[in-house]
């Protein structure tokens, strides 16, 4: 089933394989992989070699070393990956607007998707959601507002029933995360401003509540185009 490993470095060969093993579904989640000297010897490699090649595959959450049972082939989870991607996105230079790009892409297809895919209980989570940001808005309390506008945009994503997207979102959630938390930050002083996100929250459910695909879909890339021409006023 392995293969004799001739070039690249070894541990990223070691990945490459057990990802095309999962792929062709020659290797199953729960399923055991044979001990170190056997797989080692299969691929032509040194233990270390192996044993690296097993570290990065923890750290994703692949695979599992059991007490008694050996390495076993585990689903792994986006929790694993947050932060990794936020270190990656960091080490390269995260531009705050080209990440809301990136977002009105992702979100107003979700948002149009959820919009006619959404169910009662979407809608009641959805509505939960941003009666609890209007009870914060009326404490006072920047921290949990910028919680639950994260929620709000988490809870859309997942009202689309597209496991890809959902997935993707919850990779990069500590990024999006982040991004709300800073823009509110910036925008704190125009108290206004940040109402109107509000406003605009109540609006995109309003038209996922009426099943809306294209009104849904125009709000949001409404509400992220409003917030980025605040960003870019409030830096001059």
């Known amino acids: 089933m392995f293969k004799t490993i001739k070039s690249k470095k070894k541990f990223e060969e070691v990945l490459d394989q057990i990802k095309h093993l999962l792929i062709t579904k020659k290797l199953k989640f729960g399923q055991k992989?044979?001990?170190e000297i056997e797989l080692s010897e299969s691929m032509g490699i040194s233990r270390s070699s192996l044993r690296e090649a097993y570290k990065v595959l923890?750290?994703?959450g692949i695979i599992e070393g059991r007490a008694g049972e050996g390495t076993i082939?585990?689903?792994?989870?986006?929790?694993?990956?947050?932060?990794?991607?936020?270190?990656i996105a960091v080490s390269n230079g995260l531009d705050t607007l080209e990440l809301f790009e990136v977002r009105t892409i992702i979100e107003s297809a979700?948002?149009?998707?959820?919009?006619?895919?959404?169910?009662d209980a979407d809608l009641k989570e959805i509505k939960n959601i941003l009666t609890e940001i209007d009870q914060q808005y009326s404490n006072g309390n920047p921290e949990a507002e910028a919680y639950g506008d994260f929620l709000f945009h988490q809870s859309i994503v997942r009202a689309s029933k597209n496991g890809m997207l959902v997935m993707?979102?919850?990779?990069?959630a500590d990024l999006l995360g982040e991004q709300i938390k800073t823009t509110r930050r910036e925008l704190a002083t125009s108290r206004e401003v940040l109402e109107c996100f509000q406003e605009q929250h109540w609006g995109i459910y309003d038209a996922m509540e009426?099943?809306?695909s294209e009104k849904v879909r125009q709000r949001i890339e409404d509400h992220f185009d409003y917030a980025q021409k605040?960003?870019?006023q409030?830096?001059?």
């Not at 082939?73 to 270190?87: E, V």
């Not at 993707?168 to 990069?172: L, N, Q």
């Open 33 to 35: 992989l044979p001990n």
């Open 230 to 232: 605040q960003l870019k």
């Open 234 to 236: 409030n830096q001059f």
């Open 210 to 212: 009426e099943g809306n």
């Open 168 to 172: 993707f979102m919850e990779v990069i």
């Open 73 to 87: 082939i585990k689903k792994a989870k986006p929790d694993n990956l947050k932060s990794i991607m936020s270190l």
């Open 58 to 60: 923890s750290v994703l």
């Open 110 to 119: 979700a948002a149009g998707l959820a919009a006619s895919r959404r169910s």
